[in-house]
């Protein structure tokens, strides 16, 4: 069994409404837990989860938007030893679409970071990038 922990980050800017930050986030990861910081000009919005369950709403937004392919190029440039890293449009995802971007300059608000942690990085990669079954391919 894999144990997977994922831990959301994202700065919330003085002109934002923190509760759409906030669904930004959980249009993502629904059963994430969220804590906001405070310090300085900027909040930073943490949310945690874990298991393949806390990944299982992006798993389905990478199918239904059908951006499998580009999301696994993307996990696999941010893989590391034990974990992968990425960033989501934070507009976008308010939105509950999907938009992958750098950690600056592409999303105006910035960005919603993302990393997992697990002992097997590539086989969650591969799990949620797998085709769905109407494909032929295995889910």
Not at 42 to 58: D, F, R, V, Y
Not at 65 to 78: K, L, M, P, S
């Amino acid at each position: 069994m894999i144990d997977i922990k994922v831990v959301v980050a994202v700065e919330v800017h003085p002109t934002e409404d923190v509760d759409k930050v906030k669904q930004a986030v959980e249009n993502f990861f629904p059963h994430a837990s969220l804590e906001t910081k405070s310090g300085g000009t900027t909040s930073l919005l943490i949310a945690m989860t874990e298991g393949k369950n806390g990944l299982a709403h992006l798993r389905t937004h990478l199918r239904q938007e059908r951006i499998v392919d580009a999301a696994r190029r993307i996990f696999r440039r941010g893989l590391q030893h034990n974990s992968f890293t990425f960033y989501l449009n934070k507009q976008v995802a308010y939105a509950n679409r999907t938009s992958f971007c750098e950690p600056r300059g592409e999303s105006p608000l910035g960005s919603i970071k993302v990393v997992v942690a697990c002992n097997d990085p590539r086989d969650v990669i591969t799990w949620l990038t797998a085709e769905s079954s109407r494909t032929g391919l295995p889910p």
